[in-house]
T-cell receptor, first 111, second 113 residues
Framework: GENVEQHPSTLSVQEGDSAVIKCTYS??????FPWYKQELGKRPQLIID?????GEKKDQRIAVTLNKTAKHFSLHITETQPEDSAVYFC??????????FGKGTSLLVTP | DGGITQSPKYLFRKEGQNVTLSCEQN?????MYWYRQDPGQGLRLIYY???????QKGDIAEGYSVSREKKESFPLTVTSAQKNPTAFYLC????????????FGPGTRLTVT
């Protein structure tokens, strides 16, 4: 089955700096790669996703890049703000049927 | 926060008892999912259902059971066979075609002592 590895497990940055979270996956059939943000005690919420026919996607301060050959994808957050502090999860799946999640990255943005 | 609901928010049970967690959605989504979340473990898939009266095991189905008698509802039963049931349980749903996005419910925190 699919195996998703996520790094780092914790990340601390200064407000205004950039943050990068990386994930690798094992199943070459995976074609959907979402990123979820989860605040403490809350439900995960989709922040950006990418399909395998696209190499990069951007939404304001958030971007995701995908390298299908190397089987890795990354989340980039620019100009970080304290409200970006949360746990971020990457996931991989085939046509969205079932997602396999990474173990999460706890991001702390300090003022 | 409407659309997909889970109840109750907190649930306490004694060891050896079965317990059923509720998940309801009014989004007209075809597919529904149950995940378990433990600290540092991410989300692990328990069961999922693409259509009514059909469901598949996920990675950690042992000790759990589900039913999908209605499109709107996908209850999860945690049986006494589940060795370590204390966890945060999340339900999700998505449309069958087009968007792949899964929408999550608010979760149920189950504590078994």
């Amino acid at each position: 089955g699919e195996n998703v590895e996520q790094h780092p497990s914790t990340l601390s940055v200064q407000e205004g700096d950039s943050a990068v979270i990386k994930c690798t996956y094992s199943d070459s059939a995976s074609n959907y790669f979402p990123w979820y943000k989860q605040e403490l005690g809350k439900r995960p919420q989709l922040i950006i996703d990418i399909r395998s026919n696209v190499g990069e996607k951007k939404d304001q301060r958030i971007a995701v890049t995908l390298n299908k050959t190397a089987k890795h994808f990354s989340l980039h957050i620019t100009e970080t703000q304290p409200e970006d502090s949360a746990v971020y999860f990457c996931a991989a799946g085939n046509s969205g049927y079932a997602l396999n999640f990474g173990k999460g990255t706890s991001l702390l943005v300090t003022p | 926060d409407g659309g997909i609901t889970q109840s109750p928010k907190y649930l306490f049970r004694k060891e050896g008892q079965n317990v059923t967690l509720s998940c309801e959605q009014n989004l007209n989504h075809d597919a529904m999912y149950w995940y378990r979340q433990d600290p540092g473990q991410g989300l692990r898939l328990i069961y999922y259902s693409q259509i009514v009266n059909d469901f598949q095991k996920g990675d950690i189905a042992e000790g759990y059971s589900v039913s999908r008698e209605k499109k709107e509802s996908f209850p999860l039963t945690v049986t006494s066979a589940q060795k370590n049931p204390t966890a945060f349980y999340l339900c999700a749903s998505r449309v069958a075609s087009g968007s792949y996005e899964q929408y999550f419910g608010p979760g149920t925190r189950l504590t078994v002592t």
